[in-house]
């Protein structure tokens, strides 16, 4: 028989009881609702943890420390960790800690002085996720430099009066520490295509050192990353090298020192953290990353969620008894039908697939409905919990859709494969009643009622 | 001519505790193709026994029944489902129609069981219900039909495949004598006109004038087996 006329008769047949149906279905949709809920505030649980820590730092980068006196982060130890499989870059990250100023400007009248400054690699910039607001990254040239959003605000004009010479950023502050970037007044000098001058050194005490630089990009703010990107400087690692070697050598500094005092690891995935970090472990150094409390975090969440499918499950199976039910009170209903069927030359797995279609019929429709009902109710839970007022349509969108806070959150696979499991979870409970079904005698049809 | 259906030694017992019921009692007889063939008994005879095991609805204790050469005690399932298909057809008392159906779905089953598309099923159901005479009947469902309505729609079905064999079962045993005359008479135009076999199963007296051959049944035994020579109706 063909499938398409097989399916015709399931659709009739279920008709034929409607109620019945319609109670059995209403089994699943409870099932199916209270899995998809379930699940849906563990999803919303991952995800407000992910963007928890996603704000603590980067998850896939490792910093590495000085742990004993005797092994120093050098640039060997650099190129061994970079040869190590799933580590993506490695950067040393180097500090200036000489006194400074930056001057710009004619007759030098623009003047930052103690100025935050580090190197990294040209490429760490991109591999650790620092965003340029504008601007590029590092040329290649020699002595260029990236600086923090708000560097440029730092500089005072000598030529005016104190307390009149430096545009204060944080008068552009809200209560929450928000900047309006936008709409900050213009510095002093163009930041991207003005010469700077850096001067290594206190004047009074040391020779000093200058050279000239120029700003390459404006950097985003980012606390995790370092003061650097606020209101410090960033050149390329071998710039700092180089000047703090001259410096040194100016003075007559025996300081000089080719390690570094932080390197930072990124690996390509967060599942790689843990493995590269013991191996960097134990090479004898002190590591940081934020996998320490990512895993427990993350443990707890799946043991959590694992619970809540666990909860949900439960009335799906009650929900697959009762299809099971059903289905074997029609067949038994329906035993003459079945050995009439038999009689006129019904194949056997015509009449198995009939009810397992049916029973299969009964967890699809309970199932799509399950996950609209589950979507509606998801939808009120955030409302009812959400923090926001809802004022406007769009607030309403971010709340139901985007909010890191969400207490429900139901992605479009949670809602198809709740589909596909009902769907299952009614061919699975049709399983037993299709295998009665075609024991039944074709005899069936000869008996008078 | 070779017999159609072969009957050898067939025997059925149904065990009833600690013993058992002798059905059919090492029944022989054979059934030449185009016969009507009427088995005649009453209630507890065992003829019911008897259509159950010619129709390979039951497997015999004993004994075998062998349909154009084939024992069908032998058949899987579903070779069994393919037999059925294409030599056999059935009438039942109780007309036996699929409820959620209309006439003409329920005449086109048995081509749908045998895998033709609904569309051409359901052409010649139309036809073949214009032959029996229910064309303003064809969108009903068995509910909203009369008993002679629905056992005409019941014949339909089992002569829809041009089968070789068609089984009757007490077909006229809930109808008035009118309509028994009309159900027969169309079994009977049916069966002459495609030289089908008819087994016709009855406890009533006055179907047998129909038949071209009556075996009467009791006690599991034949007790007489008439043939009538057409030319005497």
């Given at each position: 028989m063909?499938?398409?006329?097989?399916?015709?008769?399931?659709?009739?047949?279920?008709?034929?009881?409607?109620?019945?149906?319609?109670?059995?279905?209403?089994?699943?949709?409870?099932?199916?609702?209270?899995?998809?809920?379930?699940?849906?505030?563990?999803?919303?649980?991952?995800?407000?943890?992910?963007?928890?820590?996603?704000?603590?730092?980067?998850?896939?980068?490792?910093?590495?420390?000085?742990?004993?006196?005797?092994?120093?982060?050098?640039?060997?130890?650099?190129?061994?960790?970079?040869?190590?499989?799933?580590?993506?870059?490695?950067?040393?990250?180097?500090?200036?800690?000489?006194?400074?100023?930056?001057?710009?400007?004619?007759?030098?009248?623009?003047?930052?002085?103690?100025?935050?400054?580090?190197?990294?690699?040209?490429?760490?910039?991109?591999?650790?996720?620092?965003?340029?607001?504008?601007?590029?990254?590092?040329?290649g040239e020699p002595m260029e430099a990236l600086v923090g959003k708000y560097f440029i605000y730092t500089l005072i004009d000598t030529q005016r009066p104190e307390g009149n010479n430096i545009i204060n950023y944080w008068e552009y502050m809200d209560e929450n520490g928000f900047v309006d970037y936008e709409n900050m007044p213009k510095p002093y000098v163009d930041p991207l295509n003005s010469v700077f001058k850096l001067t290594l050194g206190n004047s009074e005490t040391e020779k000093t050192l200058t050279k000239e630089f120029k700003i390459t990009g404006i950097l985003d703010e980012?606390?995790?990353?370092?003061?650097?990107?606020?209101?410090?400087?960033?050149?390329?690692?071998?710039?700092?090298?180089?000047?703090?070697?001259?410096?040194?050598?100016?003075?007559?500094?025996?300081?000089?020192?080719?390690?570094?005092?932080?390197?930072?690891?990124?690996?390509?995935?967060?599942?790689?953290?843990?493995?590269?970090?013991?191996?960097?472990?134990?090479?004898?150094?002190?590591?940081?990353?934020?996998?320490?409390?990512?895993?427990?975090?993350?443990?707890?969440?799946?043991?959590?969620?694992?619970?809540?499918?666990?909860?949900?499950?439960?009335?799906?199976?009650?929900?697959?008894?009762?299809?099971?039910?059903?289905?074997?009170?029609?067949?038994?209903?329906?035993?003459?039908?079945?050995?009439?069927?038999?009689?006129?030359?019904?194949?056997?797995?015509?009449?198995?697939?009939?009810?397992?279609?049916?029973?299969?019929?009964?967890?699809?429709?309970?199932?799509?409905?399950?996950?609209?009902?589950?979507?509606?109710?998801?939808?009120?839970?955030?409302?009812?919990?959400?923090?926001?007022?809802?004022?406007?349509?769009?607030?309403?969108?971010?709340?139901?859709l985007t909010n890191t806070d969400r207490v429900s959150v139901i992605p479009v696979w949670l809602a198809i494969s709740a589909v596909v499991f009902s769907v299952l979870v009614g061919v699975v409970s049709g399983l037993y009643p299709a295998n009665k079904a075609i024991k039944i005698s074709a005899l069936e049809a000869i008996k008078s009622d | 001519m070779k017999p159609i259906i072969r009957v050898q030694n067939l025997r059925k017992e149904y065990p009833v505790k600690y013993e058992s019921v002798i059905a059919l009692d090492n029944i022989s007889f054979d059934i030449m193709p185009g016969e009507l063939c009427c088995i005649f008994g009453t209630s507890g005879s065992g003829k019911s026994t008897l259509l159950n095991q010619l129709a390979g609805l039951e497997k015999p204790t004993s004994g075998q029944v062998i349909i154009g050469g084939i024992p069908i005690s032998l058949l899987s399932e579903k070779d069994l489902a393919i037999f059925r298909q294409r030599y056999l057809g059935f009438i039942f008392q109780s007309y036996n129609l699929m409820e959620t159906m209309t006439a003409l779905e329920n005449t086109a089953l048995p081509l749908m069981f045998k895998g033709i598309n609904k569309k051409q099923a359901i052409k010649q159901a139309r036809e073949m219900l214009k032959t029996v005479g229910l064309e303003h009947r064809l969108s009903h469902y068995p509910k909203e039909m009369s008993g002679g309505q629905q056992q005409r729609v019941g014949i339909a079905r089992a002569f829809i495949t041009k089968p070789k064999i068609v089984f009757a079962d007490e077909p006229t045993g809930n109808l008035d004598t009118k309509t028994t005359l009309e159900v027969m008479d169309m079994i009977k135009s049916f069966a002459e006109q495609y030289n089908q076999t008819i087994i016709l199963v009855t406890h009533e007296k006055n179907l047998s004038k129909y038949a071209t051959r009556v075996i009467t049944i009791a006690d599991g035994k034949i007790i007489s087996d008439e043939r009538k020579d057409k030319s005497n109706e």
């Open positions: 063909r499938l398409k006329d097989l399916t015709v008769i399931c659709i009739h047949n279920l008709f034929r009881h409607k109620s019945r149906t319609i109670l059995t279905v209403l089994g699943v949709i409870v099932g199916c609702c209270s899995v998809v809920i379930m699940i849906s505030f563990g999803t919303a649980m991952k995800i407000s943890q992910e963007s928890m820590l996603a704000e603590m730092g980067d998850l896939t980068v490792i910093d590495v420390y000085l742990n004993r006196d005797d092994i120093k982060l050098t640039d060997s130890v650099v190129e061994s960790i970079d040869a190590m499989d799933k580590v993506k870059c490695v950067s040393p990250k180097v500090n200036l800690e000489i006194q400074n100023s930056i001057t710009t400007g004619q007759g030098d009248r623009y003047i930052s002085n103690y100025n935050n400054i580090s190197g990294l690699k040209k490429e760490a910039v991109d591999n650790f996720g620092y965003k340029i607001l504008s601007g590029e990254n590092f040329k980012d606390y995790s990353k370092g003061y650097e990107t606020i209101e410090g400087l960033i050149f390329k690692a071998d710039d700092i090298k180089k000047l703090k070697k001259e410096f040194y050598r100016l003075n007559n500094n025996p300081q000089a020192d080719n390690s570094y005092s932080q390197i930072s690891v990124k690996v390509n995935k967060i599942e790689d953290v843990a493995e590269v970090e013991n191996r960097i472990k134990e090479m004898g150094f002190y590591t940081s990353s934020l996998e320490s409390i990512r895993e427990p975090m993350e443990k707890e969440v799946r043991q959590k969620q694992l619970m809540f499918a666990g909860l949900g499950t439960v009335s799906l199976f009650v929900a697959a008894l009762g299809i099971m039910n059903t289905m074997i009170m029609s067949i038994s209903e329906r035993k003459k039908e079945i050995g009439v069927m038999k009689a006129l030359g019904c194949f056997l797995k015509n009449i198995r697939t009939m009810f397992l279609m049916e029973a299969g019929f009964m967890g699809l429709i309970g199932g799509i409905a399950g996950s609209l009902i589950s979507l509606a109710i998801s939808g009120v839970i955030n409302i009812v919990s959400t923090e926001n007022e809802i004022t406007d349509f769009q607030i309403l969108k971010q709340v139901l | -």
